[in-house]
Every structure is written in C-alpha cells, then in structure tokens.
DNA sequence: TTAAGCGATAGTTTCC
DNA sequence: GGAAACTATCGCTTAA
C-alpha cells in the first residue's frame, strides 16, 4: 500500500500538514521580524513606539467600541471619584 | 441614599472590589521582590542565576512533560513510521 | 572563569536557593489565583472587568508618566489628524 | 513648510511608519488566517489539531531543547553531585 | 575595568 | 487554550 496508515491516519498527509503550516509560520515570523524592525527604524527616528503601537491600537478599534469603552471608563472614574463632578472629590488616596 | 450609584454601578462596591485587588497585586509584587532577592543572593554565593532559572524551568515541566510531551512524541513516532510496532495495527484515531 | 560549584555542600546549598524559590513562586501563584477570583466575582455583580482593568492600571501610574503619556498620544493623534484641530490644518503636506 | 511638525515631530513620517506596520500586520493577519484554515482542514480529514500543535511545537523545540535542556539537565546532574566528573572542586565564592 | 545604554530574549499577562 | 502584547532580565557593546 502506498499510505501507510497508523490508527487510521495518514502518516505522510500528516507530514505534509506539518511542514506547510510550518512554512506558514516561518512566513508569519519573517513579517513579524519587519514589523519589530520597522518600530526600530521609527524609534531611531525619535518616535515613541509604546505610544506608536497605542495609536495603533485606538485606530484599529471601531469608533463605536471606542466610544463604549471611554464612556465606561469614565462612568467608573466617577464612580471611584476620579474626576471632578464624580461626587466625592478623592484624587489620590495613596 | 447610602450607597452612591452612579449609570446603576455601585461606587462603593467597585471601590472595595479595586482596592482589595490592588492589595493582592502588592502581595504578589513583594513576593517576586523576594524572588529577586533570592537570585540576587544566591548570584553572591557564586551561583549562575541563568542556569538556576533553566533548572526550576525543567523541574516545573516535569510533570506535563511527561503527561504530554512523552505521549505524543510517540505518537508522532508511530505516525511518521519511526518506531518498531506502529505496523499496521489499527489503532483508534482521536 | 565562572564560579560554578559542584558537589557537596555547594550542591545541597544550590538545592536550598531552588527550593526556597520554588515556593515563593508558588505562593506568588496562589496571590495570582486569588487575583483572578476576585475579578470574576466582580464580573459576576455585573462589573466590567476589561475596565477594571484599565482602572487599576491607571491609578497604578504616577500622575507624571500619566500626564506624559496622554500628552504624547494626544500630540501623535493630531500629527496623523485624527483628532479636530490637529492634521485638519494641512494634511497632505508631503 | 512640507514636512508638518506637531511639537517637534513629523506628522506625515509618522503617518507613513504607522501605515506601514498596519500595511505588515495585516499581512501577518492573512497568514494567521492561512495557518488557522490549514488546521481546520486536517481537522475535517481527521486529524487530531491539538496533537498536531504539540507536535509543531516539539519539531521547533528540537534543536534549542539539545542546546539548552540537556547542557543543563547535566549541569543540574552535576551540581547535585548526581554525575562522576562533579568531584570536589568548592571555589572560593567572591 | 566597570558602568551604562541598547538590543535580544524569556516570562508574564491579556485578549480572543 | 492559544496567540499577541507588555514587562523584566540578560548579555553585549561603548565610553569613560
């Protein structure tokens, strides 16, 4: 036979999944060693990359999510009395 | 009213609930402080501190990778014909 | 030349430094369980816990770093016009 | 002037580095997507995805882990004065 | 030679 | 449970 079988498997279709998700994620390193890279380039031209990858982050949020989360966000501020107008005005309690 | 709402949450809950975690996190912060320490001493004593944190890496696998690694790397075995007894016995496939 | 000590009493202190560490990070880990408790009995009076999260995080922060920080997203999102006032003014300058 | 700057940074180079990176990311998304379709097709022949993940994970330990775990696993073996060759050599610690 | 910045890497945490 | 992001550590290079 030319498959040989082992409980009922493949073991060269196995092999074969096996080295193409392999490459795959050879590939997908090779991108993420030009994205490390290209935060390298940026900081070296003085940007900051913690905030560049924010700003990433922000832009890929839709607007409505965005929104939901700010608005929650200051709902509990206020409610932890965070911010002016949230009742009790305890800023830093540490 | 006692308990101060704020959009329907409980400021005073919510209060009770972040500042108990903030303590948990300082606990734990002490205790990686300690852990610090601890390499930090044993560095004095002439100890390799990469070595030791590869040995209680290998020592925390043991247990998973026996019940895991072991098991498939025999599985694989069998499956790529690597061992001596995967023939062709049908074995059921999970 | 590294001072790596082998044998006798070297050993049996190299094991005591081990085993020391090994129970701090367990005890860090069962900080870290509780931690994880106490999020999900918030979530379950009905707090969010990505905004707890975020909450904690920010009173975490030093006002400085903070006021830092929001300076210099603000200051990108405007260089990339996502913000009213800031890219609206000339856009397409290159 | 062509180059906008907001509080001393280009705002267009800066445009273009964020691009860029999303531009990669994106990239790197597609391919996650490929490797994602590429398990769930040997799921649909029947194969096993976890095992199939562990393996992955065990052909890229491979090299690292003889490098690394088993230089150590000795080294460990040695200290504890569990191997001949791990005499009585007790340096003078610093 | 040592101290200090910087780049690489491993560990931890968070999101899906 | 797996993937991604953030953080801390480590080693290397450079300059004093």
Redesign the interface.
Known sequence: MTK??????S?E???Q??E???Q??Q??QD??D??RD??A??KG????VK??R???K??KMKPEERDE?ET??D????????LPG???RDK?A?
Chains 1, 2, 3, 4 share one sequence.
């Open positions: 040989v079988k082992f409980g009922g498997i073991g279709q196995l092999r999944y096996i193409r998700i392999e795959l994620e590939e997908k991108i993420a030009n994205i290209a935060f380039e940026a031209n003085g940007f900051d905030v560049m924010q700003l990433i922000i832009r989360q929650v966000l709902l509990y501020k206020h409610a932890l009395g965070m949230g009742g009790e830093e540490a």
